[in-house]
């Protein structure tokens, strides 16, 4: 099993742009969700996702946007980049919400400029 | 909300000498788990720990939940032990159940 998978590992954007994000897992996981990592700081739940067709909001949505149309994979979209959204970003699943194991992806670093 | 609080925020050792990460969370939780994050920002699961007492190698951790705190013991550290170490909870009521909460990590230098 590859685990939770991300990508592109890197990226810079202006101002203004929007991209999307990449996750993937391959253990048929049903929760999914999406965490920022600011400096100094704890990782903060951006949105989240308790199955196909279902997401909601986490600690942090305001910019950001999340669909799951299968139960592998789990964009999340920047619409309007802007230099507050620099950040690492983490993508994580688990078997549920409720109770187990979650496992994390290798990360990808955000710079918006 | 509930609170995650770690202790200590920093922490230098010398290669060899044992210590004790402390994790206190404020609410009924049904999910402890404590990552390392390595000096290339890769975030490693160390233990999924609700409650009891695990080891792994020279980490070990323990979980009273009645008394809202868990322990990471690292003994004869080595210089791969560097990195940052997050404890995160999840509550086990409430619509966001299985939502992690990190705390803000401890940080450790392993001298050699």
């Known amino acids: 099993n590859a685990g939770v998978t991300q990508t592109p590992k890197f990226q810079v954007l202006k101002t203004g742009q929007s991209m999307t994000l990449q996750c993937a897992q391959d253990m048929n996981h049903e929760y999914m969700s999406w965490y920022r990592q600011d400096p100094g700081m704890g990782l903060r739940l951006i949105h989240y996702s308790v199955g196909a067709g279902i997401t909601d909001q986490g600690e942090v949505p305001n910019g950001y946007n999340v669909s799951r149309s299968t139960t592998e994979d789990f964009p999340l979209r920047l619409l309007l980049a802007a230099p507050s959204q620099t950040s690492v970003y983490f993508c994580a699943s688990s078997p549920s919400g409720q109770g187990y194991e979650q496992y994390f992806g290798p990360g990808t670093r955000l710079t918006v400029t | 909300g509930i609170q995650v609080e770690q202790s200590p925020p920093d922490l230098i050792l010398q290669e060899g000498a044992n210590s004790t990460l402390r994790c206190n969370f404020s609410?009924?939780?049904?999910?402890l788990q404590w990552f390392h994050q390595n000096p290339w920002g890769q975030l490693i699961n160390l233990f999924y720990i609700p409650s009891g007492t695990k080891q792994n190698g020279r980490l070990s951790a323990t979980t009273v939940a009645t008394e809202r705190y868990s322990l990471l013991y690292i003994s004869s550290s080595q210089t791969t032990d560097s990195g940052v170490y997050f404890c995160a909870v999840a509550l086990n009521y409430g619509g966001s159940q299985g939502n992690l909460i990190f705390g803000k990590g401890t940080k450790l230098s392993v001298k050699p």
């Open positions: 609410d009924s939780v049904n999910n």
